[in-house]
């Protein structure tokens, strides 16, 4: 199956990015190389980007797709680790730094990655097939409370306990084995009248598992200081988010990392020694138009901040 994934807010993230031609560039989540296209396009041969992914259907994919790119570079690696691959290729800092988050069409859409509640397949979810831990040893392992936890904190699903509930239950006859199956035990654990109202009812319990699969939020927390401190001064980092819990995250380091002073505000001077990074360019985040959101249903959850660092 192709690598097909179309790219969200391409023209927006790139437009922020102010591309400079000899500038150097990193997208963190290369995936179909959507937006690492639109920016090579940009590039003179000085310029040069570097595209990291985790997977490595996507690795491929966007080599096949950026071959008329001598100055693109692809890693298979994961974006918290960012610092030590720009260390490798003698880099210091960047001009700019985009992540696209979350799962992607291809990966939704290849029933044998797990990540659909539409197809039955393994549990799998992992974007790093290298990774240990898959979406069958959580659903299996995790106590009861830990999966309480992870559906209300990570699926924001109101019905979190009733669902964990029912999981346990089901795995003590025969472990949890396929996606089919799971979906079946979460919609016995959600009222019929809640089913008939709202979307998929395994919806908010499939991403759950899948962000906890893939440490996304912990990631993301970790990382994300780390890559305004790689920009260059005037250098910007766009992030696309997907649902609240991200979203919230990005826009509370970004602005910490502009007005980071913990001082009482009754103090007349700062004595916190803590300085501004930079400053936060989307006071409210940009949203796809609707001619984006009409062609791609996906993009409908899509939140687009920029930072940029101070000059």
């Known amino acids: 199956m192709n690598f097909s994934h179309q790219s969200v807010l391409l023209t927006e993230t790139v437009d922020a990015l102010c591309v400079k031609p000899e500038g150097t560039y990193v997208d963190g989540t290369l995936g179909g190389g959507g937006h690492a296209e639109a920016v090579l396009s940009k590039l003179n041969d000085q310029g040069r980007l ?15 797709r950026l ?23 003698g880099i210091e800092s960047v001009d700019g730094i985009v992540l696209d988050l979350g799962v992607s069409s291809y990966q939704l859409d290849t029933p044998e990655r797990g990540f659909s509640y539409q197809s039955d397949a393994p549990l799998d979810m992992r974007m790093d097939t290298r990774s240990s831990v898959t979406a069958k040893e959580i659903v299996n392992g995790y106590s009861r409370q830990e999966l309480f936890r992870m559906i209300r904190d990570y699926g924001e699903d109101p019905f979190a306990e009733n669902i964990a509930k029912h999981i346990v239950n089901a795995r003590e006859q025969k472990p949890i084995e396929t996606t089919g199956e799971l979906v079946e035990i979460i919609k016995a654990a959600v009222p019929m009248k809640v089913r008939k109202k709202g979307g998929h009812p395994a919806k908010q319990t499939f991403q759950a598992i899948r962000i906890e699969c893939n440490r996304e939020l912990e990631v993301l927390k970790e990382s994300l200081d780390g ?29 910490n990392s502009e007005q980071p002073c913990t001082c009482p505000p009754d103090f007349p001077v700062c004595v916190c020694g803590k300085r501004s990074k930079g400053k936060v360019i989307t006071r409210k985040p940009v949203i796809p138009a609707e001619a984006e959101m009409a062609a791609n249903p996906r993009s409908k959850s899509a939140k687009l901040r920029v930072f940029e660092k101070g000059r």
């Open 67 to 89: 071959k008329a790119f001598p100055n693109a570079i692809l890693i298979r690696s994961n974006y918290c680790y960012i610092r030590d691959e720009l260390e490798r290729l």
């Open 227 to 255: 890559m305004i401190d790689l920009l260059k001064p005037g250098g910007r980092i766009c992030v696309i988010t997907f649902h609240s819990l991200e979203d919230r995250i990005v826009k509370t380091i970004f602005k």
């Open 50 to 64: 570097i595209g990291i992914d985790q997977d490595e259907a996507a690795i491929a994919a966007a080599g096949e």
